[in-house]
């Protein structure tokens, strides 16, 4: 089981609309998680993070964290062309501390 | 101010050639990483260098060594390359080394062995 797992898509949903990311992850003891946003060809840069049980929201965007369930997901709201990306979820080593466990991404495709 | 920049953007090697990678920032972070990012593995970690002066192996470091020169530059060696080795570098920093905090990625170098 990889430690951080995400469903590589990909993911289609008309302008508007929400989409809805999700990520799994295996280390019980992971505190914070990591949303980033990779356009193509580009290089990832940070949209969100979350430390706490519960949801944080950051203008259209809504990161959700089940620490029971150890459940991350990233809803976009008014979803527009422009989010048209990879993201990927993240989180920390917990045992270093230093080093990070990327899943390999979801592909949101917002059509017109 | 740059952030993360990376040389160079795109290198082609034959199969036992040597390069070194360039990473700099000029955020005074320091934490610096080199990752590799492969079509449906997501984002590896090679090496990373939680201060100026120490760097330790990651997930995927054999076939590379790295250098933190000073605590703005991060560099990242293949001394023999493989086709193995094709991939996407991306080189990132943070403020401190500390899971907590966010990373910053450079543009990447996209490396092609033959």
């Known amino acids: 089981q990889k430690e951080v797992e995400q469903n590589s898509g990909p993911l289609s949903v008309p302008e508007g609309a929400i989409a809805s990311l999700n990520c799994t992850y295996s280390d019980r003891g992971s505190q914070s998680f990591f949303w980033y946003r990779q356009y193509s060809g580009k290089s990832p840069e940070l949209i969100m993070f979350?430390?706490?049980?519960g949801d944080k929201e950051d203008g259209r965007f809504t990161a959700q964290l089940n620490k029971a369930s150890q459940y991350v997901s990233l809803l976009i709201r008014d979803s527009q062309p422009s989010d048209s990306a990879t993201y990927l979820c993240a989180a920390p080593r917990v045992d270093t501390g230093n080093q990070f466990y990327f899943g390999t991404g979801t592909s949101l495709t917002v059509i017109p | 101010n740059a952030g993360v920049t990376q040389t160079p953007k795109f290198q082609v090697l034959k199969t036992g050639q040597s390069m070194t990678l360039q990473c700099a920032q000029d955020m005074n972070h320091n934490s610096m990483y080199w990752y590799r990012q492969d079509p449906g593995m997501g984002l590896r970690l090679i090496y990373y260098?939680?201060?100026?002066?120490?760097?330790d192996k990651g997930e995927v470091p054999n076939g590379y060594n790295v250098s933190r020169l000073n605590k703005r530059e991060f560099s990242l060696r293949l001394e023999s390359a493989a086709p193995s080795q094709t991939s996407v570098y991306f080189c990132?920093?943070?403020?401190?080394?500390?899971?907590?905090?966010?990373?910053?990625f450079g543009p990447g170098t996209r490396l092609t062995v033959t």
């Open positions: 990132a920093s943070s403020i401190r080394g500390r899971a907590s905090q966010e990373q910053y």
């Open positions: 260098s939680a201060s100026e002066g120490t760097t």
């Open positions: 979350i430390y706490s049980n």
